[in-house]
């Protein structure tokens, strides 16, 4: 649903993922079955709690079927009802042709919203923030030769700055999704480039002047004490 708790576990991605119910039950797996955390916003309708199902949100809901949802109508939905009103919503990310990264924007699209799932991606393509992934979207996907990997990266980023958010009690409600929403998007990181990235990380620490010249200074201060 739009922001929430995502998973509490780590999981295995079933590739390939070429078919459109492949993503869609992928997204469902994600989702789960109901529930009505009072936190999570994506819950309520007109100020009433009416839960989530399959992802599937009371919003969702009314746009998709122009229904009015009640508690009911969420508890009772089925899964090959969701998957129907799922199937509505992968317009949103026809446009992109690199299969990877289409499933990871449309999961972003589920968890948090077609705008928001599409402006962290035209953002990270350095392009206009319009919300929309058109044609001009998916050509600088190409141009760029951006990654699924690449997404998931910055999905877990933006989930930390939102899992910083205070609300008006000062308090951060949006932390104790943070474990379940990063385990989300790391699900679509790629194991190499991820076991590459952290091995560039500490060959920079090892050969950074900085820290090498610090280094330096404790040892002969060291040495002097002796």
Avoid: C
């Amino acid at each position: 649903s739009t922001i929430l708790s995502g998973l509490k576990r780590p999981l295995q991605r079933q590739k390939p993922m070429s078919d459109l119910d492949s993503v869609i039950n992928e997204v469902i797996t994600n989702e789960g079955g109901y529930q009505n955390n009072p936190q999570d916003t994506g819950n309520f309708y007109n100020g009433k709690n009416l839960g989530t199902k399959y992802g599937i949100t009371p919003e969702f809901y009314k746009s998709a079927t122009g229904k009015e949802p009640t508690k009911e109508t969420i508890q009772n939905l089925t899964l090959e009802k969701a998957r129907e009103l799922y199937r509505k919503e992968l317009r949103y990310v026809a446009k992109i042709s690199d299969s990877d990264l289409r499933d990871n924007v449309f999961d972003m699209v589920v968890n948090a919203g077609p705008t928001t799932a599409a402006k962290l991606l035209q953002e990270d393509l350095d392009i206009e923030q319009d919300g929309i992934i058109g044609s001009k979207t998916a050509q600088a996907i190409e141009d760029s030769g951006y990654t699924s990997h690449d997404y998931a990266k910055s999905r877990i980023e933006y989930y930390k700055t939102l899992a910083q958010k205070e609300n008006e009690e000062g308090e951060k409600p949006n932390q104790q999704f943070l474990e379940g929403w990063v385990n989300r998007a790391s699900q679509y990181l790629d194991p190499k480039k991820t076991a590459a990235e952290k091995a560039a990380q500490l060959q920079e620490v090892r050969v950074d002047p900085k820290i090498q010249e610090r280094a330096a200074q404790a040892n002969t201060f060291v040495e002097a004490m002796q």
